[in-house]
């Protein structure tokens, strides 16, 4: 039987219960249960922290041997390399003389050709004296001239010619338009020597379509 009063459950006819333990004896007990869990969590710390120093040591005894086992890989091949050093040298030197070759021939002109042609566009009785050629390099262009009406050039020639006759200057100039690489010709000085002949200075100005574009590997090209 039970009744509420004021909020508050009464409880009749309960069973009696009494707590006779001193506090003393409860912290105690309660001291070393605190203990005992205290010890399982160092333990298992230790083993965690056990455990994972093993794995790192086995990971890096792993890798050690690894790195051994490719640095022995690297020596080998590096002895093996050697054997063929003079080979690379050889090889190497070819590789930077046909690249000089082949960077030379971008501004080659056959002159010998060349000057065949112009000795075919002259007159029979003209003689060639001289010849001073000029061109520029792989490295440096021509110097252009100065003079306005002279076209874009990659090379020129200075011929000294003699005539036994009064040369015909302008038709000598009109043959020579069907010169490869053609630019333009000009006439300098026209001198008559004490034999009755006469000296003439002339300029052909020569441009890129004269070069022979000559590769190492293609021989003979456009």
Same mark, same amino acid.
């Given at each position: 039987? $039970?009744?509420?009063?004021?909020? *508050?459950? /009464?409880?009749?006819?309960? +069973?009696?219960?009494? +707590?006779? /333990?001193?506090?003393?004896?409860?912290?105690?007990?309660?001291?070393? /249960?605190?203990?005992?869990?205290?010890?399982?969590?160092? =333990?298992?710390?230790?083993?965690?922290?056990? @455990?994972?120093?093993? %794995?790192?040591?086995?990971?890096?005894?792993?890798?050690? &041997?690894? /790195?051994?086992?490719?640095?022995?890989?690297?020596?080998?091949?590096?002895?093996?390399?050697?054997?063929?050093?003079?080979?690379?040298?050889? !090889?190497?030197?070819?590789?930077?003389?046909? =690249?000089?070759? !082949?960077?030379?021939? %971008?501004?080659?002109?056959?002159?010998?050709?060349?000057?065949?042609?112009?000795?075919? &566009?002259?007159? %029979? +009785?003209?003689?060639? !004296?001289?010849? $001073?050629?000029?061109?520029?390099?792989?490295?440096?262009?021509?110097?252009? $001239?100065?003079?306005?009406?002279?076209?874009?050039?990659? #090379?020129?020639?200075?011929?000294?010619?003699? &005539?036994?006759?009064?040369?015909?200057?302008?038709?000598?100039?009109?043959?020579?338009?069907?010169?490869?690489?053609? =630019? +333009? #010709? *000009?006439?300098? $000085?026209?001198?008559? @020597?004490?034999?009755?002949?006469?000296?003439?200075?002339?300029?052909?100005?020569?441009?890129?379509?004269?070069? @022979?574009?000559?590769?190492?590997?293609?021989? @003979?090209? !456009?």
């Amino acid at each position: 039987m $039970s009744r509420v009063t004021d909020g *508050h459950e /009464l409880i009749l006819g309960g +069973d009696p219960r009494a +707590d006779l /333990l001193p506090p003393e004896l409860k912290a105690a007990r309660q001291g070393r /249960l605190l203990r005992r869990v205290m010890s399982i969590v160092a =333990a298992s710390i230790v083993l965690v922290v056990i @455990t994972a120093v093993a %794995t790192v040591s086995l990971e890096a005894a792993s890798a050690q &041997s690894s /790195l051994a086992a490719a640095n022995a890989v690297t020596g080998n091949l590096l002895m093996e390399s050697a054997k063929y050093s003079e080979v690379r040298n050889v !090889q190497d030197q070819i590789d930077v003389t046909t =690249a000089a070759r !082949q960077l030379a021939a %971008t501004t080659e002109i056959d002159w010998r050709t060349y000057m065949v042609a112009v000795r075919a &566009s002259l007159p %029979t +009785d003209v003689t060639i !004296q001289s010849i $001073s050629i000029g061109s520029g390099s792989p490295w440096q262009e021509y110097e252009q $001239s100065s003079v306005p009406l002279y076209n874009p050039r990659v #090379a020129s020639l200075t011929l000294s010619l003699t &005539s036994p006759t009064l040369p015909a200057i302008p038709m000598w100039l009109t043959n020579m338009r069907t010169l490869p690489g053609y =630019a +333009d #010709a *000009h006439p300098g $000085s026209v001198t008559r @020597t004490e034999t009755g002949e006469y000296t003439v200075e002339l300029v052909i100005n020569i441009n890129k379509d004269a070069r @022979t574009n000559r590769t190492v590997e293609g021989g @003979t090209g !456009q």
